[in-house]
T-cell receptor, first 116, second 110 residues
Framework: EAGVAQSPRYKIIEKRQSVAFWCNPI?????LYWYQQILGQGPKLLIQ????????DSQLPKDRFSAERLKGVDSTLKIQPAKLEDSAVYLC??????????????FGSGTRLTVV | RKEVEQDPGPFNVPEGATVAFNCTYS??????FFWYRQDCRKEPKLLMS???SGNEDGRFTAQLNRASQYISLLIRDSKLSDSATYLC???????????FGSGTRLSIRP
């Protein structure tokens, strides 16, 4: 089974610029998550989709972050404008059910963002 | 208080040793629990689920104590390849929330 695909792997931008990340979940997985992982910390949930609807975006900084999942498959996460503190790895994960059963909760390899 | 707390370590133990980590959670509505392993500059990968009755997978044993609200991971006969960060994950179905701990760093020395 193909895994969760993310791109790009790395991105370096200047503060106040915009950036977008893309995620393609495992085929058939209805639930998609975006996490932010700052160095030395555990992943923090930014947003959770169930199909193309938002389940939880309580920790998404909505003044600068946005995410969409059109057609309930691929998803994009955008930051506009970026700040230095946004430097982190952005992980996408998908699962086959709301809440994430262990066997169906898989991470992509992440996008490492550096804001300078 | 954080919803999920772990000792950040690092734990530095010799090869062959037994090492144990704990993870505490604050919300009694938490319903399922997992341990994930994360290698340096890699994504987290599922290590094992944690069941009330305790479960074992080779050298790894996970246990859940709902009364005291903690889960544990025991690694026996540790190998160099066990060096990684171990993340505790708590899942609350009703709230549709999945929360990661900050991770415990383990380093196995020869």
């Amino acid at each position: 089974e193909a895994g969760v695909a993310q791109s790009p792997r790395y991105k370096i931008i200047e503060k106040r610029q915009s950036v977008a990340f893309w995620c393609n979940p495992i085929s058939g997985h209805a639930t998609l998550y975006w996490y932010q992982q700052i160095l030395g910390q555990g992943p923090k949930l930014l947003i959770q989709f169930q199909n193309n609807g938002v389940v939880d975006d309580s920790q998404l900084p909505k003044d600068r972050f946005s995410a969409e999942r059109l057609k309930g498959v691929d998803s994009t996460l955008k930051i506009q404008p970026a700040k230095l503190e946004d430097s982190a790895v952005y992980l996408c994960a998908s699962s086959s059910s709301v809440g994430g059963q262990a066997y169906g909760y898989t991470f992509g390899s992440g996008t490492r963002l550096t804001v300078v | 208080r954080k919803e999920v707390e772990q000792d950040p370590g690092p734990f530095n133990v010799p090869e062959g040793a037994t090492v144990a980590f704990n993870c505490t959670y604050s919300n009694s509505a938490s319903q399922s629990f997992f341990w994930y392993r994360q290698d340096c500059r890699k994504e987290p990968k599922l290590l094992m689920s944690v069941y009330s009755s305790g479960n074992e997978d080779g050298r790894f044993t996970a246990q859940l104590n709902r009364a005291s609200q903690y889960i544990s991971l025991l690694i026996r006969d540790s190998k160099l390849s066990d060096s990684a960060t171990y993340l505790c994950v708590v899942n609350m179905f009703r709230a549709s929330k999945i929360i990661f701990g900050s991770g415990t760093r383990l380093s196995i020395r020869p």
